[in-house]
């Protein structure tokens, strides 16, 4: 039984910036294919901000035609006004590939950085670091777009090791 190539597309939501990572992945390999991050503007409305991410992302998935997707979860912050922005965010990164018929994961952000670095309380330039070393070719613009990568990384490693529990 062989396996084929699958494209995952990862997320890391965020109202200014929300960054995505395209891998391959085949078997236990996987290899980069693109990233980058979806940009909204500071001064407009937040449904404008929303419209922004929503174009931004269903121009990535046009671009890059992922077989699924895994968004980061998120975290709740001190200020529950900024959790309830980064919640509009994430709904937007879960809307639009739920739209396109893509099936979407989530990954809790402690469980991301445990399965690209090893330690679930690692920093953004660990996690950068790490996702340098698995995608050689990974060139990401931003922490957003690694941690978009790491996500990708983590639902790849994870599918497969529900693929071989449910094989087993």
Known sequence: ???????????DPGLRRTGWGVIASEGTRVGFVACGHVRS????????????????????????????????????????????????????ALLVPGLAGLAVAEYAANLVK??????????????????????????????????ALAVAITHAQHRQAARRLGLA
């Open 41 to 92: 503007s500071d001064g407009a409305s937040l449904a404008s901000r929303l419209c922004e991410l929503h174009r931004g992302l269903e121009g990535v998935i046009a671009s890059w035609q992922p077989d699924e997707v895994a968004v980061e979860e998120t975290f709740v912050n001190k200020d529950a006004q900024s959790t309830l922005k980064l919640g509009h965010a994430r709904g937007v």
């Open 1 to 11: 039984m062989g396996f084929h190539a699958i494209r995952i597309l990862g997320i």
């Open 114 to 147: 445990k399965t690209v670095v090893g330690v679930g309380h690692a920093d953004k330039r660990q996690v950068e670091a790490m996702v340098r070393v698995l995608l050689p070719k990974a060139s990401p613009d931003s922490a957003d777009a690694a941690d």
